[in-house]
Antibody, heavy 120, light 111 residues
Framework: EAQLVESGGALVKPGGSVRLSCAAS????????MNWVRQAPGKGLEWIGR??????????DFASPVKGRFTISRDDSKGTLYLQMNSLRIEDTAVYYC?????????????WGQGTTVTV | QSALTQPRSLSGSPGQSVTISCTGT?????????VSWYQQHPGKAPKLMIY???KRPSGVPDRFSGSKSGTMASLTISGLQAEDEADYHC???????????FGGGTSLTVL
């Protein structure tokens, strides 16, 4: 069974930085396009970024609110996804989920981590 | 990035059917057949219920169905059960610039 486990959530001051990790198991991580989705307290879900598999170019795309401040990377040898968050703002306070879609599921996510909380 | 529009809350009685709407534009919901729906219980991660407008992942009851007309997508839950009480979020692919857009979420209460 596919499993994602996030870690690294923290309490950080505005302007600070934090790096989140997401450890994957039970899925072919090297082929997976991995995403980060966040949820501010009492709010809806917000897609913030995605990194393609290395075979598909390994590039990352971001939503406008985080572009230029957040970066996504992956270590396929460790089956781990990262989200580097810089220049943090109060509005970045949220639960951050890593997520992906199984084979045949496009632009939707059936595998989710439990989430990790970042408070700015 | 504008979110898709969902009703803030809905309610229904056990056994009834409810439909949750999700309104977008021709640049997202109306432009692609990649609308998905997620169920989220309090304190839990979202669960995929519908993808590609009408498809159900393995294990999702057939009481849940999705549809789309123009720029509005809908999730219908028939034979409402107590465990269906949750938040429901719609999502649409919006092209290579905006990628994925979510709705604000609908809180469903089973009376």
């Amino acid at each position: 069974e596919a499993q994602l486990v996030e870690s690294g959530g923290a309490l950080v001051k505005p302007g600070g930085s934090v790096r989140l990790s997401c450890a994957a198991s039970g899925l072919t991580f090297t082929n997976a396009w991995m995403n980060w989705v966040r949820q501010a307290p009492g709010k809806g879900l917000e897609w913030i970024g995605r990194i393609k598999s290395k075979t598909d170019g390994g590039t990352a795309d971001f939503a406008s609110p985080v572009k230029g401040r957040f970066t996504i990377s992956r270590d396929d040898s460790k089956g781990t996804l990262y989200l580097q968050m810089n220049s943090l703002r109060i509005e970045d306070t949220a639960v951050y989920y890593c997520t992906t879609g199984s084979w045949g599921i496009f632009h939707a996510f059936d595998v989710w981590g439990q989430g990790t909380t970042v408070t700015v | 990035q504008s979110a898709l529009t969902q009703p803030r809350s809905l309610s229904g009685s056990p056994g009834q059917s409810v439909t949750i709407s999700c309104t977008g534009t021709s640049s997202d919901v109306g432009g692609f057949d990649h609308v998905s729906w997620y169920q989220q219980h309090p304190g839990k991660a979202p669960k995929l219920m519908i993808y590609a407008v009408t498809k159900r992942p393995s294990g999702v009851p057939d009481r849940f169905s999705g549809s789309k007309s123009g720029t509005m997508a809908s999730l219908t839950i028939s034979g409402l059960q107590a465990e269906d009480e949750a938040d429901y979020h719609c999502c649409s692919y919006a092209g290579t610039d905006r990628n994925l857009i979510f709705g604000g979420g609908t809180s469903l209460t089973v009376l």
